[in-house]
């Protein structure tokens, strides 16, 4: 499927019930030629992309491109990081981001796309990483980094295959019906993690290892490990 051209505006003004005023320059001859009457609107996160996430990028590109075999050459690991942003806008972008961005411009939703695909395209193929994934991780994208994990059963901590740990841990019994319900919050822990976590508690857990805490578990996450979908009362 083909798109229409992608031009870039400016928005000038908004409306207290929330209507866009927004100026663009298009040539004429395709305006004419074309007659644009209807458009689709990608509206870019204008937020200042934080240094912290820019190297998060080019160091998880660094793993990758050494797992690929690509170890010395810059040349190599460009070529790499050309391939990882054609393959995630081919895949995960939608229509109106398709283009090539740039890490020094590109706008901060754009970015942080590029991220979770990076995080999940290690996860998916147990990329083995100097640093835990978790030690670049900001607020910015912790909780996507926590649903990655869970979604590939891996540790959020070391990476390893993980167990689904319940935060609250109201109802651990033998029944798995009573284990997880959707909107409770979990964390993807691996077994010893896992039994630290309940030695010493949430509180000196998250702190020692710079925890956010979980996230609520939703209907496919529920699903995913096999629990209930009812929501907790």
Known sequence: MTVGDVISGEVTDISPDGVLTIKATIPLDDYTRKGYK????????????????????????AE?????GEHAKSADRELVKQYLKLK????????????????????????NGFLKFLIDFILE??????????EYVDGNNYETYIYSCLIHKKCCISGKPADLHHVDRVGMG????????????????????HKENHDIGDTEFYKKYHLDGGIIADKYLCGLYGFKTKKKE
């Open 88 to 111: 995630h806008i081919t895949e995960d972008m939608e229509p109106l981001a398709q283009h090539l961005f740039s890490m020094s411009n590109a706008p901060k939703d754009v970015v």
């Open 125 to 134: 193929n147990d990329i083995p990483t100097k640093k835990s994934l978790l």
């Open 64 to 68: 990758i491109a050494d797992w690929m």
């Open 38 to 61: 209807n458009v689709l609107i990608y509206l870019q996160d204008s937020r200042q992309l934080s240094d912290k996430q820019r190297r998060f990028c080019y160091s998880l590109i």
């Open 174 to 193: 033998n029944n798995r019906d009573d284990i997880i319900h959707e909107g409770m919050e979990v964390l993807p822990l691996e077994r010893i993690l």
